[in-house]
Structure formats: structure tokens, C-alpha cells
């Protein structure tokens, strides 16, 4: 009994000890179900989980992870207001140069003709341009946090960085 | 003719950012993203990076992006930032500088190497600004620290490093002039004059926010963080006062 207490102890050893952090930067999983490809401009809608902001010309381009850009009026910073909501399913990051933006719709590049606000019309798409963000499992490549995927909460089409609290997995 | 056309844009926007707010302007002005960015736009190229990869693509048409390089750069490759017709990758391992060779081709010229830990980079013409975080790195190997480091990036061919501060988990950062804005998550953000790279001066320090980045526009300062997006005026670096706030969440 003993020797087998010291065996489950030594195992133990071989466990590397991981500080679970507060607040970390890592991946999530991407839960979707239908059409990912459909990108659609929203009203407003609440700012649930953000990453990034990206700025041009008195607009905020505010990152929702993994479900699009929040556009906010920032004409009056004092007082920031909503204006509307772009669909991207898998977003992490985008560009701007004119009218045109640029986003990741999962592992897909799309040119989006922003230059009514309010109605934006998809340009033209690369398809798997970024192989590396698709599938159900984390990235091969990857070394890090992440969330532990929930299977009650979809399918999961891919992964996204975020910023994490308290996240249970990693690798 | 045109390359310099654009590449002035760049730099317009970069320095002065466009204060119309009259509506997105069609030419060819190029928005701001923050010290994580992945994506950025010089001249008639968008660039990205992966965990692995810098990848390429033509704008010249801008409604049909075409895929033109993906560069191999190593494991952990975080953020991207252009300057002067370079581009700087902030890896876990160490900072990359890659020129832009006349067709947008990125070329490898030289790296900066630190131990593994997570960090972005920005840069001006003399110097680049690294942070590196072990706080909540999973990648992070033993012996790292919370530290922003400076490199001298004069001669690009060999960047050398002439400064290290420790400071507290720093994630983001943003440069205005001499002006360094440097986000440290739940601990806040810390504002330098870095006119002095051997003696960073502390001007301000925002200690109650949330600050993961930055983008500086000529006086005015964003930060998001997981809590809030907030907006302060820092045209008086004595007196930075808040001028907004949109809450994330609840």
C-alpha cells in the first residue's frame, strides 16, 4: 500500500505544475451551426467579449471574438455611439484602406465594400487563406492556454484568440 | 510615383490620423490598429500573420485581394507592425524585421532575440519597444520577466538592445512621438516620456483600468480591455483626463 502511495506520488512528480493565470491571452473555441460564410450587416447589438479595436475616421471598429465588428460612432468621443453590427463568423482581425475592409471570416480573407455604413456588401473572398485557424481541434502548432471546448454549446468550426479568464486547459 | 503616393498615406495616417469625422474617406487612407494587431496595410499589400506565418496579399484591386506570399517565420508569431517599409513581428522568441522590397515582397533582414515570453513590438525610426509578459505566458520558460525592453533599431542589420524595465505584466503598447503608452492588464497602464531611452521618465500612471492596448490618435487615447472600452484625452500628459467609457459585458 505504501509502495503504491510513493508510485501515485512519483507520478505525480512527472506532472508539470501549471499556475492557472487570472487573465491570459489564448485560444477559444468558435461554436457555430449553419452558414459561416454569411456575412451581414446588424443593428447594434451588446459588446459581450472584445480583443481589438482598429480606428479610421472618426469610427471604432470594435472586435467581437469570433462573431464580427461592432461599428461605433466616435465623431464625438465624449459621447460614442453604437451604429451597427457586421457579421463575420470567425473574426480575429481586420484592415482597413478606403472603403474596403479586411477580415478573416474563419480561415477565409473577405474584402468588404464599407462604404455604406449601415449596408456593407461582401467584394470578393480567399478561400482558406489562413488554413491554420480551421477545425475542431486546437491547432496543431499551438502552445498555450485555451478554453476547454463545451460540447452543449455547438459545433465548434475553429479557434480564435481571446483574451481568457482563469482558463482550465492547456498544452 | 503611386508607392510614394501610398506610402505617404501610410504615414499620414500614422502621424496625424484623420480627424474628419464626416464620414470614411474613399481614397486610400488607412485606418489604426493597436500594438496586437495581425493585420496591416502597406501600400498596395495587406499583411498577416499566424502563429506561423506572414502571409501576403495584393491589393492593387482593392475589392480582389490576391494571395501572393506565406513566409515560414517559426513557432509563436504574435503581432505585426509597419514602419519605414519594414515590417516588425513580435514572435515569442524574439522580434523579426522584415523589409519590403519594391514588389511587396517581405525579405528577412534581422531578428532580435529574448527569451521565450509573450510580447508585441512597436517601433519608431531609432528605436523599437518590446514588451515581454511571463504573467499568464504559457509559453514562457524559466528565468523570463515581466519586462519592456528597447532596441536600438538604427542600424537595422543588428539590433541591439540598450534598456530594460521591469514592469508589471505588460501586454500592449502604443508610441506617440516620444510619447510610450504601455498597457499592464488589471495592473493599468503606465505612461512614459521616452525621450531618454536609458532613463524612462513615468509621466502618468492610469492604475484603476483594465488595459490590454493602446492606439494613440494625435491626443487622443483608446484602451480596451475586457471590461470597457475608454477613451482619455492626453493632450496634457500632466492632466490625461478620461472623456469616455463603453462597458463590455453585463
Given at each position: 500500500?505504501?509502495?503504491?502511495?510513493?508510485?501515485?506520488?512519483q507520478?505525480?512528480?512527472?506532472?508539470?505544475?501549471?499556475?492557472i493565470?487570472?487573465?491570459?491571452?489564448?485560444?477559444?473555441?468558435?461554436?457555430?451551426?449553419?452558414?459561416?460564410?454569411?456575412i451581414?450587416?446588424?443593428?447594434?447589438?451588446?459588446?459581450?467579449?472584445?480583443y481589438?479595436?482598429?480606428?479610421?475616421?472618426?469610427?471604432?471598429?470594435?472586435?467581437?471574438?469570433?462573431?464580427?465588428?461592432?461599428?461605433?460612432?466616435n465623431s464625438?468621443?465624449?459621447?460614442?455611439?453604437?451604429r451597427?453590427?457586421?457579421?463575420?463568423?470567425?473574426?480575429?482581425?481586420?484592415?482597413?484602406?478606403?472603403?474596403?475592409?479586411?477580415?478573416n471570416?474563419?480561415?477565409?480573407?473577405?474584402?468588404?465594400?464599407?462604404?455604406?455604413?449601415?449596408?456593407?456588401?461582401?467584394?470578393?473572398?480567399?478561400?482558406?487563406?489562413?488554413?491554420?485557424?480551421?477545425?475542431?481541434?486546437?491547432?496543431?502548432?499551438?502552445?498555450?492556454?485555451?478554453?476547454?471546448?463545451?460540447?452543449?454549446?455547438?459545433?465548434?468550426?475553429?479557434?480564435?484568440?481571446?483574451?481568457?479568464?482563469?482558463?482550465?486547459?492547456?498544452? | 510615383?503611386?508607392?510614394?503616393?501610398?506610402?505617404?498615406?501610410?504615414?499620414?495616417?500614422?502621424?496625424?490620423?484623420?480627424?474628419?469625422?464626416?464620414?470614411?474617406?474613399?481614397?486610400?487612407?488607412?485606418?489604426?490598429?493597436?500594438?496586437?494587431?495581425?493585420?496591416?496595410?502597406?501600400?498596395?499589400?495587406?499583411?498577416?500573420?499566424?502563429?506561423?506565418?506572414?502571409?501576403?496579399?495584393?491589393?492593387?484591386?482593392?475589392?480582389?485581394?490576391?494571395?501572393?506570399?506565406s513566409?515560414?517565420?517559426?513557432?509563436?508569431?504574435?503581432?505585426?507592425?509597419?514602419?519605414?517599409?519594414?515590417?516588425?513581428?513580435?514572435?515569442?522568441?524574439?522580434?523579426?524585421?522584415?523589409?519590403?522590397?519594391?514588389?511587396?515582397?517581405p525579405?528577412?533582414?534581422?531578428?532580435?532575440?529574448?527569451?521565450?515570453?509573450?510580447?508585441?513590438?512597436?517601433?519608431?525610426?531609432?528605436?523599437?519597444?518590446?514588451t515581454?509578459?511571463?504573467?499568464?505566458?504559457?509559453?514562457?520558460v524559466?528565468?523570463a520577466?515581466?519586462?519592456?525592453?528597447?532596441?536600438?533599431?538604427?542600424?537595422?542589420?543588428?539590433?541591439?538592445?540598450?534598456?530594460?524595465?521591469?514592469?508589471?505584466?505588460?501586454?500592449?503598447?502604443?508610441?506617440?512621438g516620444?510619447?510610450?503608452?504601455?498597457?499592464?492588464?488589471?495592473?493599468?497602464?503606465?505612461?512614459f516620456?521616452?525621450?531618454?531611452?536609458q532613463?524612462?521618465?513615468?509621466?502618468?500612471?492610469?492604475?484603476?483600468?483594465?488595459?490590454?492596448?493602446?492606439?494613440?490618435?494625435?491626443?487622443?487615447?483608446?484602451?480596451?480591455?475586457?471590461?470597457?472600452?475608454?477613451?482619455?484625452?492626453?493632450?496634457?500628459?500632466?492632466?490625461?483626463?478620461?472623456?469616455?467609457?463603453?462597458?463590455?459585458?453585463?
Amino acid at each position: 500500500m505504501l509502495l503504491f502511495a510513493l508510485a501515485l506520488a512519483q507520478q505525480g512528480c512527472v506532472w508539470e505544475k501549471v499556475d492557472i493565470p487570472e487573465q491570459v491571452a489564448g485560444l477559444a473555441p468558435i461554436y457555430f451551426e449553419g452558414d459561416w460564410k454569411a456575412i451581414a450587416s446588424e443593428p447594434p447589438r451588446p459588446i459581450e467579449r472584445l480583443y481589438k479595436l482598429y480606428y479610421k475616421d472618426g469610427y471604432i471598429f470594435a472586435g467581437e471574438s469570433q462573431q464580427g465588428i461592432h461599428i461605433i460612432d466616435n465623431s464625438d468621443p465624449a459621447r460614442p455611439v453604437k451604429r451597427g453590427f457586421i457579421r463575420i463568423i470567425g473574426n480575429s482581425d481586420i484592415a482597413i484602406r478606403g472603403n474596403v475592409l479586411y477580415a478573416n471570416n474563419l480561415t477565409d480573407l473577405v474584402a468588404l465594400d464599407i462604404s455604406a455604413i449601415d449596408s456593407v456588401r461582401l467584394l470578393s473572398r480567399v478561400e482558406n487563406a489562413f488554413p491554420s485557424l480551421s477545425g475542431s481541434d486546437v491547432p496543431d502548432d499551438y502552445v498555450g492556454f485555451f478554453e476547454c471546448p463545451d460540447p452543449n454549446m455547438g459545433v465548434v468550426v475553429g479557434w480564435s484568440e481571446q483574451i481568457l479568464k482563469e482558463p482550465q486547459c492547456w498544452r | 510615383m503611386l508607392r510614394f503616393l501610398s506610402f505617404f498615406f501610410i504615414l499620414f495616417a500614422l502621424a496625424s490620423c484623420a480627424k474628419d469625422s464626416s464620414g470614411l474617406s474613399p481614397g486610400q487612407s488607412t485606418g489604426l490598429g493597436g500594438s496586437l494587431a495581425r493585420f496591416t496595410i502597406v501600400g498596395n499589400f495587406l499583411y498577416t500573420v499566424d502563429n506561423t506565418t506572414l502571409h501576403s496579399f495584393d491589393i492593387s484591386d482593392p475589392a480582389h485581394p490576391a494571395q501572393r506570399h506565406s513566409i515560414d517565420v517559426g513557432q509563436g508569431v504574435e503581432t505585426i507592425f509597419p514602419l519605414n517599409g519594414l515590417l516588425f513581428l513580435g514572435t515569442q522568441s524574439g522580434m523579426h524585421i522584415f523589409q519590403l522590397l519594391p514588389d511587396g515582397t517581405p525579405k528577412f533582414l534581422s531578428r532580435y532575440d529574448h527569451i521565450i515570453s509573450c510580447d508585441p513590438v512597436v517601433a519608431n525610426a531609432q528605436y523599437a519597444y518590446v514588451t515581454l509578459r511571463v504573467s499568464g505566458c504559457r509559453q514562457a520558460v524559466a528565468g523570463a520577466a515581466d519586462l519592456l525592453e528597447i532596441i536600438d533599431i538604427a542600424n537595422i542589420q543588428q539590433p541591439a538592445i540598450v534598456a530594460s524595465y521591469d514592469l508589471e505584466s505588460p501586454y500592449g503598447l502604443g508610441l506617440d512621438g516620444q510619447t510610450l503608452f504601455v498597457c499592464l492588464g488589471a495592473a493599468g497602464l503606465k505612461v512614459f516620456n521616452a525621450s531618454d531611452p536609458q532613463n524612462l521618465q513615468q509621466v502618468a500612471y492610469l492604475s484603476d483600468i483594465n488595459a490590454v492596448d493602446v492606439i494613440p490618435i494625435d491626443g487622443l487615447l483608446l484602451v480596451v480591455g475586457p471590461d470597457s472600452i475608454q477613451q482619455y484625452d492626453y493632450t496634457d500628459l500632466g492632466n490625461i483626463k478620461k472623456v469616455s467609457e463603453i462597458a463590455i459585458g453585463a
